[in-house]
């Protein structure tokens, strides 16, 4: 079947504008996941989400990140302000249950590459 | 700080010979740890996971080692094929779900 989806793969942005990120899990997983990866480093955590709700939000750098998933399928990474800093690979992932029992597996996106210029 | 470290950011092997990729981590409460693989453009894949309560969990040519005492964990590869080239992350879960990455290695494996 379809796995993670996300759109668009690359984005340039001028600093200072707003940017939406959009995640389309695989069909059936409860629970999503956002992540931030920068150059030379692992994938950082974000937001992850169960169901429609926001379980845990605690990776978001500040105020300025901010997710939705208002039909617990499709999620979408709303960056506003932009700054250089931004510039990353935001990875999205899913997993069928959450962390409820056993490990739960995330499967990742391709990602999408953020540029702010 | 850095909870999961992977100190090695590349390694080369010859093809068929075994690969061995470490992680170390500080943090006594993650409840299971996994390995994925990334090539280029690509979003990260999920290779082979074990849970703390284990020591050893193993996948045709993938075998993961997890040392609680010494909070190190491993994963061999053998034989190693070209095709395993590409960048290895290491990976705990908390418990809640998010996972903590190391900073991942690139495999390069040699015909």
């Known amino acids: 079947g379809a796995g993670v989806s996300q759109t668009p793969s690359n984005k340039v942005t001028e600093k200072g504008k707003y940017v939406e990120l959009r995640c389309d899990p695989i069909?059936?997983?409860?629970?999503l996941y956002w992540y931030r990866q920068s150059l030379g480093q692992g994938p950082e955590f974000l937001i992850y989400?169960?169901?429609?709700?926001?379980?845990?939000d605690s990776g978001l750098p500040n105020d300025r990140f901010f997710a939705v998933r208002p039909e617990g399928s499709v999620s979408t990474l709303k960056i506003q302000r932009t700054e250089r800093g931004d510039s990353a690979v935001y990875l999205c992932?899913?997993?069928?249950?959450?962390?409820?029992?056993?490990?739960?597996?995330?499967?990742f996106g391709p990602g999408t590459r953020l540029t702010v210029l | 700080d850095q909870q999961v470290k992977q100190n090695s950011p590349s390694l080369s092997v010859q093809e068929g010979r075994i690969s061995i990729l470490n992680c170390d981590y500080t943090?006594?409460?993650?409840?299971?740890f996994l390995w994925y693989k990334k090539y280029p453009a690509e979003g990260p894949t999920f290779l082979i996971s074990?849970?703390?309560?284990?020591d050893k969990n193993e996948d045709g040519r993938f075998t993961v080692f997890l040392n609680k005492s010494a909070k190190h964990l491993s994963l061999h590869i053998v034989p190693s094929q070209p095709g395993d080239s590409a960048v290895y992350f290491c990976a705990a879960r908390k418990r809640g779900g998010k996972l903590i990455f190391g900073q991942g290695t690139e495999l390069s494996v040699k015909p």
């Open positions: 992932a899913s997993s069928l249950t959450g962390p409820t029992s056993g490990v739960d597996t995330q499967y």
């Open positions: 989400f169960q169901g429609t709700g926001a379980a845990d």
């Open positions: 069909s059936g997983h409860t629970a």
């Open positions: 943090n006594s409460m993650f409840d299971y």
């Open positions: 074990i849970s703390s309560i284990k």
